[in-house]
């Protein structure tokens, strides 16, 4: 038997035989699959599972480095194993970049509001004088006279 790359192009073909059958079942198409978008709560989950992962890496990182090293900060003297005297300072640094970060996100919160503010003070006076004045007329319809 020819494949279909080797019929002549002359050659004619039954319409019927290539037309897809049309039964019911063939024409309902598959349910459409249900999409879940993602949440708040969800994503907090994901974050709470992540932050477990990372405290248990931290906690064999600090087993794992117990030797005892001494510090010195500003005078004060210390001994600490070497694990907590790394994670100390990582904190430390985190820090150092978050309290700064975070007056910033404020300083533009801030800035942000004061100019939506300002936005719809100055869209305020533009609604009310595009709206047309409504005629003295009309309103004597909606009058009752006592009669």
Known sequence: MASPDQVPATATTDPAATAPPSTPADSRQAPAHHVIRRTRLGGTWVAVALFAVVLLLLLVFILENSQQVNIGYFGAHGHLPLGVALLLAAVLGILLVVIP???????????????????????????????????????????????
């Not at 936005?119 to 409504?134: F, K, N, R, V």
């Open 101 to 147: 970060g975070a007056g910033r996100m404020m300083q533009l919160r801030r800035t942000a509001r004061r100019h939506r503010r300002s936005d719809a003070a100055a869209a305020e006076p533009a609604a009310a004088a595009a709206e047309p004045a409504a005629p003295q007329a009309a309103d004597t319809h909606f009058h009752d006279h006592g009669t």
